[in-house]
């Protein structure tokens, strides 16, 4: 059996020398299957796409990316992942990207403590998620960057960050935390929560911190994101005159951006989609 395979049963951390070899999953994640049938697939036709080793202080991890097959110094997006991983759908958003011009990048940020594409349901990933440390994450982002100037024709003077549900949450953290982030765009990302170790912080507790315009889009119908703090981060912004903005529809539920789900909501996925693009349009990053 091989370290993967092994690895994979046993749900453990990676070695060092694990870490170095591993891989991104092919297809969708385990835990959202089946899949809808009008889930969104988006080419490699001008695009250089696929899998890369990011280099990062433990060894390397696995990341997608996606650019167009002619051009340099092209804009960066981070692409954060939910919390399934960089499975097809956020490759396929990496993909959607590439075809507007940009270099999107979306890094494996949970591998260190588990393959959660393996596993079959949210309640065996959860205790995985709630192991990764934000300083962790916040490292690997920049280590992500550093590589997409160094080795991919990055333009890292016109970098943007977008993120869905954990990655919304991330998005609004890594934006506090690099100044060199032009804005970014959080999908449903929970504002506030109950504090660890390992995450301490949440968006509302940096609001004065966040320096880079951030576009929220969120669900009414969100029943693990109260419309309440919606507000709640509102007012933050407001006290600080913040240039950030959230948008809410009414009748959303959460992750209505994701089409490969049965919360997929067209109108506005399709809304959210073309505000991002006028979103970074404006701030620089385009």
Known sequence: ????????????????????????TSGFALAV????????QTSTEGLIAGAVQIPVASG????????????????????????????EHLQDVCRRF?????????????????DVSKLSSVDQIRPIVAKVPDTQVLSDLDATVTWAKQMSKGDTARLGITGFCWGGRITWLYTAHNPQV????????????????????????LASLIKAPVLGLYGGQDTGIPVSTVEQMQSAFKEVSAP???VVYPEAPHAFFADYRPSYRQQPADDGWKRLQAWFKQYGVA
């Open 182 to 205: 032009k804005a970014g765009v959080a999908w449903y990302g929970r504002l506030v929560g109950d504090r660890t170790p390992l995450q301490p912080q949440y968006p509302l507790d």
């Open 98 to 114: 590439a075809k507007l011009g940009y270099l999107a990048i979306a890094p494996e940020l949970f591998i260190r403590q588990g």
């Open 244 to 246: 950030s903005q959230i």
């Open 1 to 24: 059996m091989s370290d993967r395979s092994l690895f994979s049963r046993l749900k453990l951390p990676l070695t060092r020398r694990q870490l170095v070899t591993a891989t991104l």
């Open 33 to 40: 299957q089946p899949i809808l049938a009008k889930t969104i």
């Open 60 to 87: 390397t991890i696995p990341a997608y990316r996606a650019m167009p097959a002619k051009g340099s110094s092209f804009p960066i997006v981070l692409v954060i992942q939910e919390i399934f991983g960089v499975h």
